[in-house]
C-alpha cells in the first residue's frame, strides 16, 4: 500500500521561504505524477502543484505560480515544494498525493498527516 510522509513545514514570517518534502513509499515512484495540495482551516483542499514523473512537466493552482516551485528527486522517491516569499494566504496543511486526485478521489492514495505551514503577516 502506498503510505505518503510529508515534512518540512513550520512557521515563516510573510516574505521567507520554506522547502516541503514528501516522501513515497510502496509503489514504483518514478512512473507516476506526483502532486502537492494544502487545506487551510475550514476550506476545502485544493490542488497546488503537480509534476510529471519525468519532472520534465509542471502545472500550478494560479495562486502560487511564480512563488511555488515543485521538483522531485526519484532515486529517494521524494517530491519537493519549494516555498517563496510566502504569504498568509498560504498557511496550511500541505499534502501530496496523486495529481489525479484533484479531479476524481477515487484515484487518491491514502492520504498523509500532511504538514502545516503556518505564516505570520
Known amino acids: 500500500q502506498v503510505q505518503l510522509v510529508e515534512s518540512g513545514g513550520g512557521l515563516v514570517e510573510a516574505g521567507g521561504s520554506l522547502r516541503l518534502s514528501c516522501v513515497a513509499s510502496?509503489?514504483?515512484?518514478?512512473?507516476?505524477?506526483m502532486g502537492w495540495f494544502r487545506q487551510a482551516p475550514g476550506k476545502e483542499r485544493e490542488f497546488v502543484a503537480s509534476?510529471?514523473?519525468?519532472?520534465?512537466?509542471?502545472d500550478y493552482a494560479e495562486s502560487v505560480k511564480g512563488r511555488l516551485t515543485i521538483s522531485r528527486d526519484n532515486p529517494t522517491h521524494t517530491v519537493f515544494l519549494q516555498m517563496n516569499n510566502v504569504q498568509p494566504e498560504d498557511t496550511a496543511v500541505y499534502y501530496c498525493n496523486a495529481p489525479e486526485c484533484a479531479t476524481d478521489q477515487l484515484l487518491c492514495d491514502p492520504w498523509g498527516r500532511g504538514t502545516q505551514v503556518t505564516v505570520s503577516s
Open positions: 509534476i510529471t514523473w519525468t519532472g520534465s512537466r509542471t
Open positions: 510502496g509503489r514504483a515512484f518514478s512512473s507516476y505524477a
